[in-house]
């Protein structure tokens, strides 16, 4: 019986994806941080990685900062601090993957009665979080949007076609979905969540409703699951490192960029030692970031736009208003790092000199 090269290459990569899993590296030390339900339910649980490594720091830093507005204790044993105005009343994780090279975490839980579900990933060597183009060539990056957004299509016209048009719920269900297929149809994935298995990636799509109509919205989050051994034609440098690697392969590089990327950053506006956090990057130029001063750990929201030439402004606004209370301003350097200013908006204060450089 003859077998053709491209299912030799399958079948090939396939055992490789085997002989790496049983080989994978030892799981990361992750320990939970828990505090009691403010609503008498179940006890509320927060990962933190142990461990000392600028690494581990960053991955801590980020989920922090992003999911809880807060800095990571340094007592190992100190409880999970909830906010005050008990909006939180779930909060769980799970580890997805952790090969060692990547790990990929879900956060979940309630919050204000609304309940969320977020997905992270980081390079585990740098702990810088890990993009979804980090992993593919462009061109594969461009096949990757048709393998995805095709099969989200059909479910959406093959539940249009269960729907009762004299039913006004379902009619209203099937004018939802009719107004969302032009976005799925040319969804560019950035704003999709990102699963990183051993075996497998997996995209979970934003909402087609808004959070007040999400009865109505029952297909969602519109996940497409795809197997590595699909993929692995259209995976860069990185992606096939981190996602496919060989038993001897070398610590795996994220692909460089210009400007800001997602993570933690460290470093100092005059003297004083702060972290910023990049928390999310949007499709044209918008960023929403938070920062800190090492000296009280209090997280303040930044929102902003990044420049052509690699320049950003980030500004913090005072609660509940539009009025700006501080800017940064950031010079993007060849190394990944940044200088630039900072000012207080209040008071006409004089520009302070800002160094970053991310955390790893």
Same mark, same amino acid.
């Given at each position: 019986?003859?077998?053709?090269? #491209? ?26 941080? #828990? ?78 009665? &609304?309940?969320?579900?977020? /997905? ?24 990757? !949007? ?126 004083? #030692?702060?972290?910023? &956090? ?8 918008? &960023? ?19 420049? !052509? ?15 700006? /209370? ?30 970053? #450089?991310? /955390?790893?």
């Amino acid at each position: 019986m003859s077998i053709g090269i #491209k299912a030799l290459g399958t079948l090939l990569l396939a055992a490789t994806l085997i002989s790496n899993s049983a080989s994978a590296a030892a799981p990361l030390l992750i320990d939970s941080i #828990k505090a009691k339900s403010p609503t008498g339910g179940a006890e509320l649980r927060f990962p933190k990685l142990a461990g000392n490594g600028a690494n581990f720091r960053a991955i801590n830093l980020y989920l922090f900062a992003v999911e809880l507005q807060q800095r990571p204790a340094r007592d190992v044993k100190a409880a999970l601090i909830l906010p005050k105005d008990g909006s939180l009343s779930e909060l769980d994780y799970e580890v997805i993957g952790d090969t060692g090279r990547v790990l990929s975490i879900r956060i979940s839980g309630k919050r204000g009665g &609304v309940g969320f579900s977020h /997905l992270h990933n980081f390079d585990v060597a740098s702990g810088l979080p890990i993009l979804l183009g980090d992993l593919f060539t462009p061109e594969g990056y461009g096949r990757l !949007r048709t393998q995805v957004a095709t099969p989200r299509v059909q479910r959406i016209r093959d539940f249009q076609e269960t729907l009762n048009p004299k039913d006004d719920l379902q009619s209203e269900q099937r004018e939802v979905y009719e107004d969302c297929l032009p976005s799925v149809r040319g969804d560019t994935l950035t704003d999709n969540q990102l699963l990183l298995a051993v075996d497998h990636l997996a995209l979970e799509r934003p909402d087609c409703t808004t959070p007040d109509q999400l009865e109505l919205d029952v297909l969602r989050p519109l996940k497409v699951k795809l197997p590595l051994t699909v993929l692995a034609p259209d995976l860069g440098p990185y992606g096939s490192c981190a996602l496919l690697p060989a038993a001897s392969a070398p610590v795996c590089a994220l692909p460089p960029k210009q400007g800001l990327r997602l993570g933690s950053y460290a470093g100092t506006i005059d003297k004083e #030692k702060i972290n910023l &956090v990049v928390e999310r990057l949007y499709d044209g130029d918008r &960023v929403d970031a938070s920062w800190s001063r090492e000296s009280d750990g209090r997280y303040h929201r930044l929102q902003g736009r990044v420049q !052509r030439n690699g320049k950003a402004k980030l500004f913090e606004t005072e609660a509940g208003s539009d009025a700006l /209370l501080v800017e940064f301003t950031l010079f993007g350097n060849a190394d990944g790092s940044f200088a630039g200013q900072w000012r207080t908006v209040t008071g006409g204060s004089a520009l302070k000199p800002l160094e970053l #450089k991310v /955390l790893q």
